[in-house]
């Protein structure tokens, strides 16, 4: 009896067939590691027609294809395609963002070099990783914490880093000069929690420092948010607007339900805010209130039926609109704008119109005012009237203020009064 055909890989005996490729030559495929490969020429694909799987095959007569290895895929790709014949295991592991992989998936001619040792490391890094994150989660991290986390540490383990010696990966950091301090230190917290959830001590070991360096934001004109909103889908240009006139981050304007606005007021209220930040009710235009009175009520949710997904879609579409405009206008300029760039530009005009560094902290819902402080170095915006803002809860204080040639603006919904007087200068 003939020995069964074997998986040049790993040694396995457990092969599918796995159709032809291009030249005709039957491919083959171990149900083990996924490894894809095809018979040499000494064996045609007549004489394998009618098996379900390859067990008369001489062993020894197969070859590695030149397809790359499906275990050097990156465990950060998103695209979740499963598999047939898989555990129940293995399909909860494809369903993590840092684990899918897409079964036969053709990646370049380059042979593959993995050796054995290197695939265990990488099944043990994976199982870890599963493991690590299951641990964040019961923390009550967030999600995307959680995600970032796992995707730093394989980020070190993808650059030589041997995550059992704390020594190997300050090395790693050192010798790396791609990496922003920035991201090093997004690296070195992230392995902190590793290896506190692995019990790897660090007390002996001296940790370097690395400080994020604060940048300026970039805050572009008026005109270019609105001709992005005009060329923008009816939903997308209502999210922009929102955004615009709310200075809300993504997330929290996918959130936003049809009881968090009030279109008589022009009051639209953040009742869920991110990062942990402070909820809070913005004025807002009527054109604003609108565009949002246009969309479909199909979900509590004003943009979707799950904020996540409404997040992930309209900043597909944005980007989508934004490379059609400037295809259109060749304004180079417009690629430098991102929906986090509306919140920016949000905070920036409101401080320039207010002079108010707190009134600023308070709409923009941030915990520290050292979040809030780099809207005072931005530069004055030509598009942008500023007005000195006062705040006056009695009749007294409106009287003063009039006979100072301030002019009322509007009533918060705490009940509060603003006056607003246009200065002719900056200071």
């Given at each position: 009896m003939?020995?069964?055909?074997?998986?040049?890989?790993?040694?396995?005996d457990?092969?599918w067939?796995?159709?032809?490729?291009?030249?005709?030559?039957?491919?083959?495929?171990?149900?083990?590691?996924?490894r894809?490969?095809?018979?040499?020429?000494?064996?045609?694909?007549?004489?394998?027609?009618?098996?379900?799987?390859?067990?008369?095959?001489?062993n020894g007569?197969v070859?590695?294809?030149?397809?790359?290895?499906?275990d050097?895929l990156s465990?950060m790709?998103?695209?979740d395609?499963?598999s047939?014949?898989l555990?129940?295991?293995?399909?909860?592991?494809?369903t993590?963002?840092?684990?899918?992989?897409?079964?036969?998936?053709?990646?370049s001619?380059?042979?593959?070099?993995?050796?054995?040792?290197?695939r265990t490391s990488?099944?043990?890094?994976?199982?870890?990783l599963v493991?690590?994150?299951f641990?964040?989660?019961?923390l009550?991290?967030?999600?995307?914490?959680?995600?970032n986390?796992a995707?730093c540490?394989?980020?070190?383990?993808r650059?030589?880093?041997n995550?059992?010696?704390?020594?190997?990966?300050?090395?790693?950091?050192?010798?790396?000069e791609k990496?922003?301090?920035?991201?090093?230190?997004?690296?070195?917290?992230?392995y902190?929690?590793?290896?506190?959830?692995?019990?790897?001590?660090?007390?002996?070991?001296?940790?370097?420092?690395?400080?994020?360096?604060?940048?300026q934001?970039?805050?572009?004109k008026?005109t270019l948010l609105?001709?992005?909103?005009?060329?923008?889908g009816?939903?997308?240009?209502?999210?922009?607007?929102?955004l615009?006139?709310?200075?809300?981050r993504?997330?929290e304007?996918?959130?936003?339900?049809w009881?968090d606005?009030?279109?008589?007021?022009?009051?639209?209220?953040?009742?869920n805010?991110?990062?942990?930040?402070?909820?809070r009710?913005i004025?807002v235009?009527?054109?604003?209130?609108?565009?949002?009175?246009?969309?479909?009520?199909?979900s509590d949710y004003i943009?979707?039926?799950?904020?996540k997904?409404i997040?992930?879609?309209t900043r597909?579409?944005?980007?989508?609109?934004?490379?059609?405009?400037?295809?259109?206008?060749?304004?180079?300029?417009?690629?430098?704008i991102?929906?986090?760039t509306?919140?920016?530009?949000y905070a920036t005009?409101?401080?320039?119109?207010?002079r108010?560094?707190?009134?600023?902290?308070?709409k923009m819902?941030?915990?520290s005012?050292?979040?809030?402080?780099?809207?005072e170095?931005?530069?004055?915006?030509?598009?942008v009237?500023?007005?000195t803002?006062k705040?006056v809860?009695?009749?007294?204080?409106?009287?003063?203020?009039?006979?100072?040639?301030?002019e009322?603006?509007?009533?918060?919904?705490?009940?509060v009064d603003?006056?607003?007087k246009?200065v002719?200068?900056f200071?």
């Open positions: 003939t020995e069964a055909a074997q998986c040049p890989r790993c040694g396995s457990r092969i067939k796995a159709g032809r490729d291009a030249k005709g030559k039957q491919l083959l495929l171990c149900r083990d590691c996924l894809r490969f095809h018979v040499k020429g000494n064996v045609t694909p007549e004489s394998l027609e009618g098996f379900e799987a390859i067990d008369e095959v001489p007569i070859s590695c294809s030149t397809k790359k290895s499906l050097q465990f790709l998103s695209k395609v499963g047939h014949k555990s129940s295991v293995a399909n909860s592991l494809n993590l963002p840092f684990y899918n992989r897409e079964l036969g998936t053709e990646m001619t380059q042979r593959t070099t993995t050796t054995f040792q290197d990488e099944q043990t890094l994976k199982g870890e493991t690590f994150t641990h964040s989660r019961k009550n991290l967030a999600m995307v914490t959680t995600y986390r995707r540490i394989e980020n070190l383990y650059n030589g880093a995550l059992n010696n704390p020594d190997s990966i300050l090395t790693v950091l050192a010798l790396n990496w922003s301090d920035s991201y090093k230190c997004n690296l070195l917290q992230s902190k929690a590793f290896a506190k959830w692995k019990k790897i001590s660090l007390q002996d070991v001296e940790l370097p420092k690395y400080r994020s360096k604060e940048t934001p970039y805050v572009p008026e609105d001709q992005l909103i005009a060329s923008s009816w939903k997308t240009s209502a999210f922009q607007q929102v615009k006139e709310t200075g809300a993504t997330i304007a996918a959130s936003l339900q009881v606005v009030d279109a008589t007021s022009h009051i639209i209220t953040i009742r805010p991110a990062k942990g930040g402070m909820p009710q004025h235009s009527e054109r604003c209130i609108q565009m949002l009175g246009r969309l479909p009520h199909q943009f979707g039926k799950n904020p997904s997040a992930e879609r597909i579409n944005f980007y989508w609109a934004r490379a059609h405009t400037v295809a259109k206008t060749g304004n180079k300029d417009l690629l430098r991102h929906l986090h509306f919140r920016h530009f005009k409101l401080y320039l119109q207010t108010d560094i707190r009134y600023v902290q308070k819902g941030h915990k005012i050292a979040s809030t402080i780099i809207y170095n931005s530069e004055p915006n030509q598009d009237e500023t007005f803002v705040a809860t009695t009749k007294e204080e409106a009287e003063k203020l009039i006979a100072l040639g301030y009322f603006h509007y009533r918060t919904a705490d009940g603003l006056f607003r246009k002719t200068g200071d």
